[in-house]
């Protein structure tokens, strides 16, 4: 046995409990930690646990770095050892396989989470934040400090990262928008501040380049009324929740064409609303939802999407593109 067994801590487990859980790299992974490590490992988790959708199979291993020198060792040591490695933030746009995930799942969590007012000038106000904050904690915090340029996102789920890396956005606005850097950091723990005219962002994708992990961004955003801020986050609200489905889901399932009709008007007018593989189903209320009635797998609604991808290619000669990102189903991931 190697010299980890300081990096075991799961809610009090014993150490034989824990070794039974452990996959077969865990040693050896322990060992080349133990002299910088103090984040917390969770082997053999429910990736169910991890995301909105609900459904996924075991990840070998979830991880939360405790800080940013921590992750770049971390991912040193990853890549040395060739553990099969990704990162997720709060899983609101994940469909992770049955099978569940090999290796290390990593996550930024509440220990990258800090909001931190860095300069203003003229009319801007630059505000840096961890990528593991939720959109919905900065929301608020912009509400409180009466800072505007956010309201967009009001209801979107998932964390700064998450929004970072998939150019999360409604209604014309987007997060690119009011990016104006991001620390960004690669496979071998290098990082720096890259400016954001040197991603390729697009519709949902912040593109190939410079790709890496997202650690924190720096948003431009003004002064403004509080209760303004607060009403048009409020209004933002009520018509998500009179819009999206009760299900549980991953918002949009497919990218809206680049031209023409929505994902959801190409699903709805070829009749799909309402038809379900298993558990999942083409939510009633909105059709770009592909939802989980309760018992679904992902094997269901991986089904139901190809169901969905057919039907609207033969009616209408458009293949519709996921937005979701696909976890574990034999790709690289
Ligand atoms: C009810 C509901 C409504 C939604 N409405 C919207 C909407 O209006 N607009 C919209 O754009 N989206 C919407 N979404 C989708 C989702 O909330 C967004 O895509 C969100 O930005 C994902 O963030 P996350 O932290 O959950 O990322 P995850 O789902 O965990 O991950 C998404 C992708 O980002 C990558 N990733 C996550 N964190 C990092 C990081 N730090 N560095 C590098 N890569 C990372 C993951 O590997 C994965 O490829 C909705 C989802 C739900 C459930």
Redesign the pocket.
Known sequence: MGAGARVWQEGGMSEEVCRARMPAWADVFNDEMIDFWSGEVLWDQEMARFT?YGVGGRAEAIIFPSGIKELAQLLKGIKRLNIPC?????????LVADQGLPGITLI?GKNFAAIELIDEVADKVYVKVE?GCS?GRLLNWCQDQGLSGLEFAA?????V??????????AGWEISQVVTSITVMDENGDYGVKDVAEFHYRY?SWGDQPG????EGVFALQRDDKTAIKERCQALLAK?KAR?PKEA????FFQNPAQGKTAGQLIEEAGLKGVAVGGAMVSREHANFLVNTGAATAQDLLMLMQLVQNKVKERFGVFLEPEV?MLGFGDKS
């Open positions: 909105t990704r990162v997720i933030g709060s899983g609101s746009n994940l930024l990528a959109l209801g979107i789920p998932g964390t990262g998450g929004a970072l890396v998939m150019n999360a956005g409604v949902r890496g992990l997202a650690v998500r999206q889901n991953c918002g949009s990102k």
